[in-house]
């Protein structure tokens, strides 16, 4: 299948059975307006298949929408279309060892794991209070970490390794294996790029309009 961006999701999502898009993607569909409710980082996300709109009324969500939309209006609707009614794997993976993973390693599509570890390496407890505020759980890897769900059939595992005078501390990013096998290596990138920098933007680490 062609695909040509949010244009051609929408056509797609439209066509598909509401009730099933909804059970296999763990969201609510109310049929009175034509809208899903989808539950991303602990936010309530809306689709409006009439307006053709994603939306959020929590200055988080607006964030993930707005801020963050280049990253996440695409993935939000290709999960919508492309999720199976599968159990987790309970395998987890790094993002490069996925097929088509090579994208993750290569110039501009490198996760900016490094700007993370860097800003939490020296506020460890807002890593935890942040991951929180996301909706996520601590998880028991490394130093610290979390379990944080961009979406609810996709859990993201944060893993923040402290360093010392010999090394510096390091962030990993891991995923349930499951993910590959409804979702392409480029949404699986989108979806780690929003994670950090969900992580970032509602931490004390600020870069204005910078790019994440």
């Known amino acids: 299948m062609i695909w040509l ?3 051609k999701a929408w056509d797609i999502l439209a066509d598909l059975n509401a009730r099933d898009v909804a059970i296999n993607a763990k969201a609510f569909f109310n049929s009175y307006d034509s809208t899903y409710l989808l539950t991303c980082f602990g936010q309530d996300i809306s689709i409006s298949l009439r307006d053709r709109a994603i939306s959020s009324v929590s200055k988080t969500g607006k964030f993930f929408v ?5 990253y996440s209006r ?6 919508l279309i492309h999720v199976k009614e599968l159990p987790l ?9 996925l097929q088509g993973g090579d994208i993750f390693i290569k110039g501009s599509h490198i996760l900016p794991l490094e700007r993370a570890a860097t800003y939490f390496s020296n506020c460890n407890n807002e890593f935890l209070n942040v991951g929180r505020s996301l909706g996520g759980t601590q998880h028991h890897y490394g130093d610290i970490s979390l379990n944080i769900y961009p979406f609810p059939k996709v859990p993201v595992v944060l893993i923040l390794w402290l360093g010392n005078e010999e090394f510096p501390s390091t962030v990993s990013l891991l995923l349930d294996s499951s993910c590959a096998s409804f979702l392409p290596p480029d949404i699986i990138w989108s979806i780690s790029m929003v994670t950090i920098a969900m992580m970032l933007i509602n931490s004390g680490e600020r870069q204005g309009d910078d790019e994440i």
């Open 5 to 7: 961006g949010e244009e």
């Open 66 to 70: 707005n801020y963050l939309g280049d």
């Open 74 to 79: 695409l993935s939000i609707l290709r999960y």
């Open 89 to 97: 794997s309970g395998q987890l993976v790094r993002p490069a060892d």
